[in-house]
């Protein structure tokens, strides 16, 4: 079995404020990236094969969002919004607050950037919530693409 990169820590995007004009948060985790590998294959080798503790909590986020109004997260995963050979952004507006995940390939990395901006109270509240969960999914979906090299 194929021993998982560990992620860590990293500056967000640079094109974040092109992504999504206005945003308040912005987080990125990454992984060494498999020689020739484009961020379309990363993109579908992060979001593959996520373990059930993520699929667990997104149905617990889509069950309690409903309470206050959140569109529940797509079950095939997030929309596609824009793709290339060095970026795929994902995401999706909201009555609170609108996201962007960028996965990006650069300088011999794989990127995750989770990009956030509020509309009001609710959408703070809800990533203050979320933030320990979600460093831990950010950082476990990029794991997925550092997992590639030693499978081949």
Known sequence: MPQRQPAIAAAPYAGAERILPGYQFADAYK???PHGMDAIE???????????????????????GRL????????????VMRESADEVVLGFDDRHL??????GIAG????LTTIVRWHNA?????????MPFHRAIAARMIEGVGVAEGAA
């Open 122 to 130: 609710w959408g703070r509240a809800y990533l203050t919530a979320i």
């Open 68 to 79: 206050v109004g959140l569109k529940p997260a797509p079950a095939g995963g997030f929309p």
């Open 31 to 33: 992984v060494p990236a």
């Open 42 to 64: 990363a993109t579908r080798l992060a979001f593959a094969h996520g373990p059930l503790w993520i699929r667990s909590l997104m149905g617990l986020r889509n069950r309690l």
């Open 108 to 111: 011999g990395f794989a990127a």
């Open 98 to 103: 609108d996201f962007r995940v960028v996965v």
